[in-house]
């Protein structure tokens, strides 16, 4: 049991050892988790929200001109149905 205990002892003491000198030479600080904040987040999501106001707005109009050309064919054929 003795040993277990010093072999744990020594591990304990290399690990320790070795945060001591990772400490020193600086790569144990504390480094924020998660992604990087993006300072223009703001901006992008106005943006994409412009982008889908925009989006809709052009089916929109899409769907009105579809709607004008199949008037405008309509008035026609019923034109030259009653001009003959």
């Given at each position: 049991m003795s040993k277990v205990k010093g072999y744990?002892?020594?591990q304990r003491l290399e690990i320790d050892d070795f945060i001591i000198c990772a400490m020193a030479a600086g790569t144990l600080t504390?480094?924020?988790r998660g992604p990087?904040?993006?300072?223009?987040r703001a901006a992008m999501r106005r943006l994409e929200a412009e982008n889908a106001r925009l989006t809709?707005?052009?089916a929109?109009?899409?769907a009105i001109i579809e709607a004008q050309k199949?008037?405008?064919a309509l008035l026609?054929?019923?034109k030259t149905e009653n001009g003959r």
């Open positions: 744990f002892r020594q504390d480094k924020p990087k904040p993006n300072p223009d809709r707005k052009l929109d109009a899409e199949k008037l405008t026609d054929r019923l």
